[in-house]
């Protein structure tokens, strides 16, 4: 079946994780700008004013694990033009967060989503690029730095070493088509894709990290339209890495569902989109 019957078929079940909303004005574009964040104190801040002034085509919606620090206090937020506010309260990471917030997001209607991380490593003009492909009819567009026009700065070279010479092959291996940069969080999905039973991102076994690999893998195995698009990522030139896994026990965790989704072990099973 090609990606474009995928509306045909039946719809998969969701499991959305417990959580809080908090919609601060109407929805007023086609396309939503996912943001996951966890304690990013004035990364956070500051790239929301950013975006504030940018002005992108998207409706920007907050996607928390569950901060403490009052980094996006709602008062914050309807000043800096934030359209929402979703608070996770049930289990899991950043896999978790995204399936609550794309879930969200396909409920109010949006043709497509763009996603960015909340730690101010990206360039955020952008934005409107990953917006016009979707427009464009594409289904998964990815951030790559290592694409003509793109840059990396100050990438730790652990980073760079596992994201070009791991991550990025067996990623591209398993998908069936070619990445340069699949470690990288700027992203856009189209609703299409992620309705698809056949693709099924509201499981509860996509927790920790392995959302996204899995994505980059399944889109292209299907047919849809993907795509890579030069960004720009920097990181601080001294100071700690922004990051969310600093561990051995976190670096090895997040290999072992690299693989399993090579493997093919989150693929949905027939009977599952029958």
Not at 51 to 69: E, K, Y
Not at 229 to 240: D, F, H, L, Q
Request: glycine fraction near 10%.
């Amino acid at each position: 079946m090609a990606a474009a019957d995928a509306d045909a078929t039946k719809a998969a079940p969701r499991e959305i994780p417990a959580h809080d909303v908090e919609v601060f004005s109407p929805k007023a574009h086609r396309h939503a700008l996912v943001i996951p964040v966890l304690n990013e104190g004035e990364r956070i801040r500051g790239q929301l004013r950013n975006i504030a002034a940018l002005r992108p085509r998207v409706d920007v919606v907050i996607a928390d694990g569950g901060s403490t620090d009052g980094s996006v206090a709602a008062d914050f937020l309807r000043q800096t033009g934030v359209r929402a506010l979703l608070i996770k309260r049930g289990p899991g990471r950043l896999s978790a967060q995204l399936r609550m917030a794309y879930a969200w997001c396909l409920d109010e209607g949006y043709e497509g989503i763009v996603t960015v991380d909340g730690n101010g490593k990206d360039g955020l003009e952008a934005i409107d690029q990953f917006v016009a492909r979707l427009e464009q009819g594409y289904d998964l567009i990815q951030g790559s730095r290592y694409l003509p026009g793109g840059a990396s700065i100050n990438t730790p070279l652990d980073r760079t070493l596992a994201g070009r010479w791991l991550h990025a092959p067996l990623v591209s291996w398993a998908a069936g088509y070619r990445y340069t940069d699949t470690t990288n969080g700027f992203r856009g999905y189209s609703a299409r894709l992620l309705r698809d039973p056949r693709v099924a991102p509201f499981r509860a076994v996509f927790k920790d990290y392995n959302l996204l690999a899995y994505l980059s893998v399944r889109a292209p195995q299907l047919g849809y339209r993907c795509t890579e698009i030069s960004v720009v990522r920097s990181y601080p030139a001294s100071g700690a890495t922004p990051t969310k896994i600093n561990s051995w026990r976190g670096r090895w965790s997040m290999l072992g569902e690299l693989l399993k989704t090579v493997r093919g072990d989150y693929t949905p099973k027939p009977d599952a989109v029958a």
